[in-house]
T-cell receptor, first 114, second 111 residues
Framework: NAGVTQTPKFQVLKTGQSMTLQCAQD?????MYWYRQDPGMGLRLIYY???????DKGEVPNGYNVSRLNKREFSLRLESAAPSQTSVYFC?????????????FGPGTRLLVL | KNEVEQSPQNLTAQEGEFITINCSYS?????LHWLQQHPGGGIVSLFM???GKKKHGRLIATINIQEKHSSLHITASHPRDSAVYIC?????????????FGKGTKLSVKP
């Protein structure tokens, strides 16, 4: 199992450019998440998907869109990047088993918007 | 005021010491996660607990839901335990979309 994979690992964008961050998991998890992590702040939820075909906004959704393409893949799109979106982005998926919930995180994508 | 407070923010210990990291929260929760973020950035889930105590190897997590407090203990600390430890309560009635995160405690264990 590769677990949760993210591409790219690092990206530099100019203000106004668009890009899509890709995330895939091979653990057959229903729930997937996108978080951002900024210095001095905790992880913040951007969007999540409880199951294939559904998506919901998290704490900081403005400036982002998501697509749950299938059970494996959950992508995050920046339509017009802004310097405030400079951050480290983590994708995660959740396994639920006999009342236990474990989150599995991808390695992260470092995004710099100039 | 932050909904989740961790203390200390930074902690330096000598190898072999007993470590305690504290997490307090101000909202009603149904469970709480402890996460470990490695120096390279990767995040690993350590525990999810909703009551009492859990133990995995040298790691012990406790929670008192009524007092809105959880602790993570590391016995016989080792330099490989150096990481950021993140507390993440799950808001009551929420799905996993309602996880809230502390800012983390940075632990450095010296040999």
């Amino acid at each position: 199992n590769a677990g949760v994979t993210q591409t790219p690992k690092f990206q530099v964008l100019k203000t106004g450019q668009s890009m899509t961050l890709q995330c895939a998991q091979d653990m057959n998890h229903n729930s997937m998440y996108w978080y951002r992590q900024d210095p001095g702040m905790g992880l913040r939820l951007i969007y999540y998907s409880a199951s294939e075909g559904t998506t919901d906004k998290g704490e900081v959704p403005n400036g982002y869109n998501v697509s749950r393409l299938n059970k494996r893949e959950f992508s995050l799109r920046l339509e017009s990047a802004a310097p405030s979106q400079t951050s480290v982005y983590f994708c995660a998926s959740t396994m639920v088993s006999t009342g236990e919930e474990t989150q599995y995180f991808g390695p992260g994508t470092r995004l710099l918007v100039l | 005021k932050n909904e989740v407070e961790q203390s200390p923010q930074n902690l330096t210990a000598q190898e072999g010491e007993f470590i305690t990291i504290n997490c307090s929260y101000s909202v009603g929760i149904s469970a709480l996660h402890w996460l470990q973020q490695h120096p390279g950035g990767g995040i690993v889930s350590l525990f999810m607990l909703s009551s009492g105590k859990k133990k995995h190897g040298r790691l012990i997590a406790t929670i008192n839901i009524q007092e809105k407090h959880s602790s993570l203990h590391i016995t016989a600390s080792h330099p490989r335990d150096s990481a950021v430890y993140i507390c993440a309560p799950l808001r009551l009635g929420g799905s996993q979309g309602n996880l809230i995160f502390g800012k983390g405690t940075k632990l450095s264990v010296k040999p």
